[in-house]
């Protein structure tokens, strides 16, 4: 069976949410959300939008830049590279969880469910990988910041070998194959290619602020004290969200172009295929995102739920707590986290803990692409974190 006939059984197959008419569905109570109701919800609903494409979409869209840049400028072949490297996957992944942010994280997800990188890899970058929590520690304590990091490379390495002696190299791979034919159609879109400069518009000053909201900056003041009091910043990223939404109902098909990557990907190299494979795949990971945060928010918002309260117990437990704060999908959570931490609130076995099991904002797409593989990958990442966490606890603080 070719792969793009593979595609087609995948198609039928899709869940109502993927379907043309879920897509629309999600769109309509995406724009309800953030246009109807209270005013106090609204603003959450579009502070949270926002929230999502700056810390996250931003991240992803640049991290997709430079690397479909380097395949655009060398002419690399991801899959034939990741073949004849097979002896350093697991450092390799290490390396790209370990990335501020969680573009780096979502790469090595990607690459997996393209059937180029093991099971043992996509744990390894769960665990090295902080997510955006890594620019908060970096700005106010540096050398903290690399200390947990060398824990979590060293935790990251130690734990994708041991796992891939435990399960071997083929556990739980995948096997995809896909015609160029069927990615040169994807990728060629003069539909798509209309809204390269509205998408280009919002996505490369959304890096910028990115930055500045990372690094916990106001970014609102960069526009001056008259523009400042109506939150540039959140507007420009609410918009982005907004129509990186819309691009992925109205994109037939969509999905991760990553998934495709084959061994004559040379052949659809240009600027116009690196723009839209980059707003393709962003546009997809920014829905999933906008999802998660939207439930964890909301959620907030109606129950009262706060990350602060888990901590209210003897010390002993903090490391525990932070292991288990880990487990809560997205940034937001290990943000606060990291917070606490520099807050004097909460120790540092407990900061090492959470940035181990944390996966950030990784483990949408995740969850998305290939879910019992996410699940049981974030089961594996506990185990160094809490071994690690508690060793801090006992022998150093």
């Known amino acids: 069976m070719n792969g793009a006939t593979q595609h087609q059984n995948d198609l039928k197959k899709r869940s109502f949410f993927t379907s043309e008419i879920g897509?629309?569905?999600?769109?309509?109570?995406?724009?309800?959300?953030?246009?109807?109701?209270?005013?106090?919800?609204?603003?959450?609903v579009r502070e949270t939008l926002s929230d999502a494409f700056l810390s996250v979409s931003a991240f992803v869209a640049m991290t997709l830049f430079i690397f479909y840049g380097l395949e655009h400028l060398f002419r690399l072949d991801t899959a034939v590279f990741l073949k004849k490297s097979k002896r350093w996957h697991i450092p390799l992944a290490a390396l790209m969880g370990a990335l501020p942010g969680c573009g780096g994280a979502i790469m090595v997800i990607t690459q997996y469910v393209g059937g180029h990188l093991g099971f043992a890899s996509v744990v390894t970058a769960l665990t090295t990988t902080m997510g955006d929590a890594a620019f908060l520690l970096l700005a106010r304590e540096p050398k903290t910041a690399l200390l947990v990091y060398g824990i979590c490379i060293v935790a990251?390495?130690?734990?994708?070998?041991?796992?891939?002696?435990?399960?071997?190299k083929d556990f739980m791979r995948k096997k995809i194959s896909v015609k160029k034919t069927y990615l040169k159609k994807l990728i060629y879109s003069n539909f798509l290619s209309a809204f390269h400069p509205v998408w280009l518009l919002f996505i490369i000053p959304g890096m910028v602020l990115a930055f500045g909201e990372a690094f916990q900056v106001d970014t609102n003041l960069w526009f001056g004290s008259t523009l400042a009091p109506y939150q540039p910043t959140v507007l420009i990223g609410f918009l982005g969200a907004l129509l990186s939404c819309f691009l992925w109902v109205i994109t037939k098909n969509s999905g991760m172009t990553m998934n495709n990557l084959s061994g004559e990907m040379s052949y659809f190299h240009n600027v116009r295929s690196l723009v839209q494979r980059t707003m393709i795949d962003t546009n997809f990971i920014t829905v999933w995102v906008v999802i998660a945060f939207l439930l964890f928010e909301l959620n907030a918002y109606y129950h009262g739920f706060n990350v602060n309260d888990f901590f209210n117990v003897i010390t002993p437990l903090m490391p525990l707590i932070g292991v288990l704060v880990g487990f809560i999908p997205g940034c937001a959570p290990q943000i606060i986290v990291t917070t606490l931490y520099l807050q004097g609130v909460i120790p540092l076995s407990a900061q090492i803990g959470n940035a181990i099991s944390n996966d950030g904002d990784a483990l949408f797409p995740a969850i998305a692409l290939t879910p019992k593989v996410a699940m049981l990958a974030s089961l594996y990442t506990s185990v160094p974190a809490l071994i690690v966490g508690y060793a801090w606890y006992f022998f150093v603080e």
Do not use: A, C, N, P
């Open 156 to 168: 990251g390495v130690t734990t994708g070998y041991v796992v891939r002696f435990m399960h071997g």
């Open 23 to 44: 897509k629309v569905i999600f769109l309509g109570i995406i724009f309800y959300l953030s246009f109807f109701g209270d005013v106090e919800r609204i603003q959450l």
